[in-house]
């Protein structure tokens, strides 16, 4: 801890030094992301590629969780073990399940222990809008973002409003809603909070016993303006309880709990310089009830950067530093570790004419794995008005976890695992409202850590290698919209040839959203192939409809319904998980503004 508050302090000079130095253009009228390079850029300027679902997107879905929002995006595969706040595994382009870095606010939430975020307990209506960069990202954000990078951008508000919902639907669903804000001259703040309760189904395809599942969230942030500064603060909690089968189909449950407290700083230094500086506290609880047994996580992190532009180009630099402490106790026995992690990044992004650049390079050091150089390296050239063509190279890496190393079937023998990766891109867009993009992506994983159902423990596999490729079109109109993508890709231990498991190698996603007059409606497609499950078990393929709509009564109140798994298709995403049938789903919503 000393030298953490060592770091605080050297950080914090960093911060203070006075720059005289001019602010870089503001692109107006377009969408602003700040994940694909660590600063504000529009989403057009973006070399690798970037999804961003926006707030309307999240409203017209009237998903019950982050994972119900992310499983129709191409290119992403869903792992439930039953319904709602069951464990749930993301696989991004073919990656494993803790080789994507989920944020919320530019703050890891991954855990210390289980490696993958706890999407399945993020309500969506603490969510303004969500930014998924697919590829190795390391040189940004340290170890975890082999796969790619998922932003949570949490609500906040330009004008004084007030929101309450109720909901219900299947499975004795229930849900309220309130939220509310204001924003002056010199500041702004907000609070959201979020509630669901349902009896859920039988999770188990083996069992007739139901489960269910209560979630409390909550969003509070203010925000101070003064001269050339903006200080905030963040706090979001999730927390509830989670019922579920036992590997002996014994009803247990547990409890957990997620959050985030963030401190932001931002300062515009002249007319070309900014600094932001971010201080966090995360933590990650999970209590059986029938047990002593808990996982718990938790990790302060200091974030400084420094961004100063150029003519044609944008020179960034930063310091970031965590302490974590992962604890477990699991019948009977157990592990508490503590992890320091030190790191110095620098970036540049260069753009002049038709050429676009950026490049890359963080230096890590992990007290347990030692040094680690991560790097970045894209290019994008419009060809003309119509055409761009964009290529990228990356060298990433993630740390074995605690849990990895000590828990059940644990090695402390583990290496980090490695990945190479590079990306080919295509964009049409003539401008009239069409565009289609062509993604080529490969990734080479040294020392990939699976399972090993021989020794029942974790050990590195020599590579794994994913190819794949992912064509996508779109349409956006004044009354409609449609967006479609089709992904081929093989995932495969590179010496055996076998598939890695959970993931699909063929699926297409079709979305269309259409306005009639101040009500809408959208009907969202996922066809996803067939997948393999452990014990060389093959889980058929599945096609998925969920159909929305939104009715408008009157200027301030709103109807919001949902046929969740229209065609009540009978799948399953790991093997003896029961997925949801077909539901349905109202809300009444009021805002004010």
């Known amino acids: 801890m000393r030298d953490l508050v060592s770091f605080f302090a050297i950080v914090l000079a960093c911060v203070f030094v006075p720059v005289n130095s001019v602010a870089a ?57 039953g319904g709602p706040g069951q464990a749930t595994s993301m696989f991004l382009r073919g990656t ?72 219900a639907g299947s499975f004795d669903s229930q849900s309220g809603l309130i939220s509310a804000g204001n924003r002056g001259d010199d500041g702004d703040f907000g609070i959201t909070l979020n509630w669901l309760d349902t ?126 402490t992962a604890s477990t106790l699991s019948f009977g026995s157990g592990f508490e570790e503590d992890t320091e992690v030190r790191a110095a990044f620098v970036q540049d992004q260069w753009s002049h004419e038709r050429h676009m650049t950026f490049v890359a390079l963080r230096l890590t050091d992990h007290e347990t794995f030692g040094n680690h150089t991560t790097w970045n390296a894209e290019y994008a050239y419009e060809l003309n008005d119509n055409w761009t063509i964009n290529a990228g190279l990356g060298h990433a890496f993630r740390a074995p976890d605690a849990t990895d190393r000590f828990g059940f079937g644990g090695n402390p023998d583990l290496d980090p695992e490695l990945a190479d990766e590079a990306q080919l ?88 959203t259409q306005d009639i007059r101040a009500h809408r409606v959208g009907l969202a497609l996922i066809a996803s192939g067939d997948r393999e499950d452990f014990g060389g078990v093959k889980l058929d393929g599945y096609l998925l409809a969920n159909l929305t709509a939104q009715f408008s009564i009157g200027r301030a109140w709103a109807l919001h319904a949902k046929i969740e798994n229209l065609l009540d298709t009978d799948y399953q995403t790991a093997e003896n998980f029961r997925m949801q049938g077909r539901g349905g789903f109202v809300e009444l919503k009021y805002r004010w503004n």
């Open 25 to 81: 253009d503001q692109a107006l009228g377009e969408t602003i992301i700040v994940t694909a390079t660590r600063t504000e850029i529009p989403l057009s300027d973006a070399i690798v590629p970037v999804t961003v679902i926006t707030r309307e997107d999240i409203e017209l879905s009237l998903a019950t969780d982050l994972a119900e929002l992310l499983r129709f995006q191409a290119g992403i595969d869903i792992g439930r073990n």
């Open 96 to 167: 494993e399940s803790n080789h994507t870095l989920v944020l919320m606010d530019g703050v890891r939430i991954n855990p210390g222990t289980l490696g993958g975020a706890a999407v399945q307990h993020i309500s969506p209506e603490i969510i303004e809008r969500i930014e998924i960069v697919k590829g190795a990202r390391s040189a940004l954000f340290g170890t975890d973002a082999i796969g790619g990078v998922i932003n949570i951008i949490s609500r906040r508000t330009d004008a004084a409003f007030l929101e309450t919902a109720v909901g």
């Open 199 to 324: 009896a859920g189904f039988a999770p188990r395809t083996d069992s007739g016993i139901e489960r269910g599942y209560d979630n409390l969230s909550a969003n509070l942030y203010g925000a101070r303006r003064f001269g050339d500064s903006e200080i905030s603060l963040r706090h979001w909690q999730t927390q509830g309880n989670v019922e579920y089968l036992d590997f002996f189909l014994a009803p247990v449950d547990q409890d957990f709990e997620n959050s985030t407290t963030a401190v932001e700083l931002n300062t515009r230094m002249g007319n070309r310089g900014t600094s932001k500086f971010i201080a966090s506290f995360m933590q990650d609880d999970i209590s059986q009830n029938q047990s002593d047994d808990f996982v718990k996580s938790d990790r302060i992190s200091l974030d400084w950067q420094y961004s100063h532009a150029f003519a044609h180009h944008t020179l960034t630099g930063g310091l970031f530093a965590f302490d974590e």
């Open 425 to 512: 891109g295509f964009l049409y867009s003539p401008g009239t409202g069409h565009s289609v993009n062509i993604e080529f992506y490969r990734n080479d994983i040294e020392n990939l850590i699976e399972f090993d159902l021989q020794t029942f423990e974790l050990r590195n596999i020599a590579e794994a290698e994913i190819r794949g490729i992912q064509i996508g079109y779109e349409y956006r109109g004044d009354r409609f919209a449609i967006h479609a993508d089709v992904v081929k890709q093989r995932a495969e231990d590179a010496v055996t040839a076998d598939r890695l498991l959970r993931r699909a190698e063929e699926s297409a996603s079709l979305s269309y």
